[in-house]
């Protein structure tokens, strides 16, 4: 067995366990992190960047967010099912972490809206290459240079497997190398921060009841196992609900152009099986209630319909709505991408020349979609009557061929499943804190109830990089009261 000793061991380098290794050391903590992947940054290094409050470039910007407000938003979106200390202190921090980045070497373009109804809270990392996705890889890697640079022990491709206690206190993580040997870390506190369970299938079957690739469509990072989840429970820690981060998936997932995926995103007209509208399409570009939408419809999905008029136009104009995602009104290539997805057989794409043709296809009724357009129609002459869409999304059904896409609830994995306070101490059933085990990230967010707060976006890479910095800053001060200072500063 290979051993090594840590006043703070971390399980997972993602952006909260890599905030959390830097935090530790900052703080004079020795720290080893085990991380079972071959690269540090996880699923974050898909992302962009985090949100921030009250940050110096909101207010350059002339952006009025303050940590007050986005309490209040955030409460009230929750119904105050949530921990009101943790939302707080994880607000308050989220400035101040911006800067904190930024002393690292990280740059962000700025604060932006993700969708024209959001708050401008999510902070851009910039790169070389523009605003983007993967953006965010660039802020992991300078969190890991940071991290090595104050002397943290990073451990890549060892998996943990268990927390080990002594007298009810954590004495250390057992992991595997990557040779099969087994690894032993001595360490008086643990931070698991391993993301969620969101590969898991069979896990996420268990603990929310929904059938990836049937129910549910999201991003299935591999590695992304339920590992620390496990660890934690096995450790003492309160098992609290595990929820799939919801923001709907289009199409299931097949490959296409740009162009197709941000037509059928626009506010088109939308219908499930029955042929019927199920909400003010105003709201499609947030993905977390479209999501929802989806999530209670019969077979969990619904369809955007468009027909070669609609289509026509957006390729003349460019889309009505664009946002960070997809910021290029440009749909020139529909037409590619609808060629390819005939080629490959799709089955959640469809085109037809009528419209009892295409409720065919799609398993729409097909009565009830033919008396939905016809109403639709007579509502771009006039106005919604139905869910009072904005009149400048109203545009009528003609002209063939006419154009489906399936929407399913989707997501970004797992949250939730450890129950954690609002110092990220991992607390057993009873609320009491397990002695030196924190809880960081996906695993212990638990601060969204039933739908993910897209108002203030960033918030998935927020929550995880300043819980990451919360649970170091309270293991360091469990260090200190329990006398196992070492060359800890905190005082």
């Given at each position: 067995?290979?051993?090594?000793?840590?006043?703070?061991?971390?399980?997972?380098?993602?952006?909260?366990?890599?905030?959390?290794?830097?935090?530790?050391?900052?703080?004079?903590?020795?720290?080893?992190?085990?991380?079972?992947?071959?690269?540090?940054?996880?699923?974050?290094?898909?992302?962009?960047?985090?949100?921030?409050?009250?940050?110096?470039?909101?207010?350059?910007?002339?952006?009025?967010?303050?940590?007050?407000?986005?309490?209040?938003?955030?409460?009230?979106?929750?119904?105050?099912?949530?921990?009101?200390?943790?939302?707080?202190?994880?607000?308050?921090?989220?400035?101040?972490?911006?800067?904190?980045?930024?002393?690292?070497?990280?740059?962000?373009?700025?604060?932006?809206?993700?969708?024209?109804?959001?708050?401008?809270?999510?902070?851009?990392?910039?790169?070389?290459?523009?605003?983007?996705?993967?953006?965010?890889?660039?802020?992991?890697?300078?969190?890991?240079?940071?991290?090595?640079?104050?002397?943290?022990?990073?451990?890549?491709?060892?998996?943990?497997?268990?927390?080990?206690?002594?007298?009810?206190?954590?004495?250390?993580?057992?992991?595997?190398?990557?040779?099969?040997?087994?690894?032993?870390?001595?360490?008086?506190?643990?931070?698991?921060?391993?993301?969620?369970?969101?590969?898991?299938?069979?896990?996420?079957?268990?603990?929310?009841?929904?059938?990836?690739?049937?129910?549910?469509?999201?991003?299935?990072?591999?590695?992304?196992?339920?590992?620390?989840?496990?660890?934690?429970?096995?450790?003492?820690?309160?098992?609290?609900?595990?929820?799939?981060?919801?923001?709907?998936?289009?199409?299931?997932?097949?490959?296409?152009?740009?162009?197709?995926?941000?037509?059928?995103?626009?506010?088109?007209?939308?219908?499930?099986?029955?042929?019927?509208?199920?909400?003010?399409?105003?709201?499609?570009?947030?993905?977390?209630?479209?999501?929802?939408?989806a999530n209670h419809q019969k077979n969990k999905v619904c369809f955007s319909i468009v027909d070669s008029s609609i289509v026509n136009y957006y390729v003349s104009h460019g889309v009505d709505v664009t946002s960070l995602v997809t910021p290029?009104?440009?749909?020139?290539?529909?037409?590619?991408?609808?060629?390819?997805?005939?080629?490959?057989?799709?089955?959640?794409?469809?085109?037809?020349?009528?419209?009892?043709?295409?409720?065919?296809?799609?398993?729409?009724?097909?009565?009830?979609?033919?008396?939905?357009?016809?109403?639709?129609?007579?509502?771009?002459?006039?106005?919604?009557?139905?869910?009072?869409?904005?009149?400048?999304?109203?545009?009528?059904?003609?002209?063939?061929?006419?154009?489906?896409?399936?929407?399913?609830?989707?997501?970004?994995?797992?949250?939730?499943?450890?129950?954690?306070?609002?110092?990220?101490?991992?607390?057993?059933?009873?609320?009491?804190?397990?002695?030196?085990?924190?809880?960081?990230?996906?695993?212990?967010?638990?601060?969204?109830?039933?739908?993910?707060?897209?108002?203030?976006?960033?918030?998935?890479?927020?929550?995880?990089?300043?819980?990451?910095?919360?649970?170091?800053?309270?293991?360091?001060?469990?260090?200190?009261?329990?006398?196992?200072?070492?060359?800890?500063?905190?005082?």
């Amino acid at each position: 067995m290979k051993e090594y000793e840590a006043q703070v061991g971390v399980i997972a380098a993602g952006p909260s366990g890599l905030a959390a290794a830097v935090q530790a050391a900052q703080l004079g903590a020795s720290v080893v992190v085990l991380e079972k992947s071959a690269a540090v940054g996880g699923a974050a290094n898909m992302g962009m960047g985090p949100l921030g409050i009250g940050t110096p470039y909101q207010k350059r910007q002339m952006i009025d967010i303050s940590v007050e407000k986005a309490f209040n938003m955030f409460m009230d979106y929750t119904h105050y099912n949530v921990d009101a200390r943790l939302v707080k202190r994880y607000f308050a921090q989220s400035g101040e972490t911006i800067q904190w980045l930024e002393d690292m070497g990280v740059e962000f373009e700025g604060a932006f809206r993700y969708f024209p109804q959001s708050e401008a809270t999510w902070h851009i990392v910039k790169t070389d290459t523009g605003i983007g996705p993967r953006a965010a890889s660039f802020m992991n890697r300078a969190m890991y240079e940071k991290a090595l640079e104050l002397g943290v022990t990073i451990l890549l491709e060892h998996s943990a497997r268990k927390i080990i206690k002594e007298h009810g206190k954590v004495t250390g993580i057992i992991g595997t190398a990557p040779d099969g040997q087994e690894v032993r870390v001595s360490c008086h506190t643990a931070i698991i921060c391993t993301g969620g369970a969101g590969a898991n299938k069979d896990m996420i079957k268990e603990f929310t009841g929904l059938e990836h690739g049937k129910d549910v469509f999201h991003f299935a990072i591999p590695g992304l196992m339920g590992d620390g989840l496990r660890m934690a429970w096995e450790a003492g820690a309160d098992q609290t609900q595990m929820r799939i981060e919801m923001a709907s998936d289009l199409g299931g997932g097949e490959p296409t152009t740009g162009g197709v995926t941000n037509i059928m995103k626009q506010p088109n007209l939308l219908v499930n099986t029955f042929g019927k509208r199920v909400m003010n399409e105003d709201y499609m570009q947030n993905t977390t209630y479209l999501s929802n939408v989806a999530n209670h419809q019969k077979n969990k999905v619904c369809f955007s319909i468009v027909d070669s008029s609609i289509v026509n136009y957006y390729v003349s104009h460019g889309v009505d709505v664009t946002s960070l995602v997809t910021p290029n009104p440009d749909v020139s290539d529909f037409y590619e991408g609808i060629e390819m997805l005939k080629k490959n057989g799709s089955k959640h794409y469809f085109v037809a020349d009528t419209i009892e043709e295409l409720a065919q296809k799609a398993g729409i009724d097909e009565d009830n979609l033919k008396e939905t357009i016809d109403n639709y129609n007579y509502f771009c002459d006039s106005r919604d009557l139905e869910f009072y869409k904005d009149p400048k999304y109203l545009r009528p059904l003609f002209k063939a061929p006419y154009y489906a896409a399936a929407i399913h609830p989707g997501g970004y994995g797992t949250v939730g499943g450890i129950r954690i306070n609002e110092n990220c101490e991992a607390c057993d059933k009873e609320y009491q804190p397990v002695p030196g085990l924190y809880c960081a990230g996906a695993d212990s967010c638990n601060i969204y109830d039933d739908s993910y707060m897209f108002l203030l976006p960033g918030n998935s890479m927020g929550y995880a990089v300043n819980t990451g910095r919360i649970a170091a800053l309270s293991a360091v001060e469990y260090i200190r009261k329990e006398g196992k200072n070492g060359r800890v500063l905190c005082q």
